[in-house]
């Protein structure tokens, strides 16, 4: 694999990823239900990529989550609760947490869960 490969439903969504994802972390849309063609360039601009699925937890986020799932059967996913109101309104923190989970963005400092300098040795 060379890297990773994030498809999302549309470009607020794709903003808001952009907003804490790195820079060589490419984002595609699929504008909505994605056609054929729509389909066809999204596998060609993948490549050797893990892809990575965000859609919204609505019937329509779902379903295009079936149709890529198609496409890319080893897609990994990563779900939005229904209360946040889709993938643009989902807080960043929540965001990070669950790329931060795939390893798909590092751990931060303030992420560690073990203090290392308070051991003796």
Known sequence: ?????????????????RSFLPEDVPIAMTYGIPGQERLIRLRWMARHRQVVVVTDAD?????????????FPDAWDIYTKSGFNGV?????????????????????VEDWTEDYTSHEG
């Not at 694999?1 to 990823?17: H, Y």
């Not at 019937?59 to 496409?71: M, Q």
């Open 1 to 17: 694999m060379d890297g990773f490969f994030v498809i999302v439903e549309g470009k607020n969504d794709a903003k808001r990823l």
């Open 59 to 71: 019937p329509a986020g779902r379903r295009i989550r079936r149709i890529l799932k198609e496409v």
């Open 88 to 108: 643009e309104h989902t807080p960043i923190d929540y965001m990070q947490d669950r790329f931060r989970r795939l390893g798909i963005i590092p751990l931060g």
